[in-house]
């Protein structure tokens, strides 16, 4: 891969990270929230960021829909 897919590598290693502490949290006895199955919509954006970066490299906009399917996950995983 080329140097300009960093950024949505580090996107999809945020998201993939926030994801196992949201699943984790679902399936603790004490865990509250959505289900897990919820957060796994958060992979849509991160695919269409991929999509965008894929197609149309020197676009920004690719990494960031990426970034803010991160932020989608990043949040609730804090609040976790």
Same mark, same amino acid.
């Given at each position: 891969m080329s140097r300009r897919f960093w950024p949505i590598w580090l996107a999809t290693a945020v998201c993939v990270a926030a994801e196992l502490v949201l699943a984790?949290?679902?399936f603790h006895p004490a865990g509250e929230g959505w289900p897990a199955a919820v957060y796994l919509l958060g992979v849509v954006p991160l695919a269409l960021g !991929? /999509?965008?970066a894929v197609r149309a490299p020197a676009s920004p906009v690719g990494a960031a829909?990426? !970034? /803010?399917?991160?932020s989608l996950l990043v949040v609730p995983a804090?609040?976790?």
């Open positions: 984790l949290n679902a !991929w /999509l965008l829909v990426a !970034w /803010l399917a991160a804090l609040n976790a």
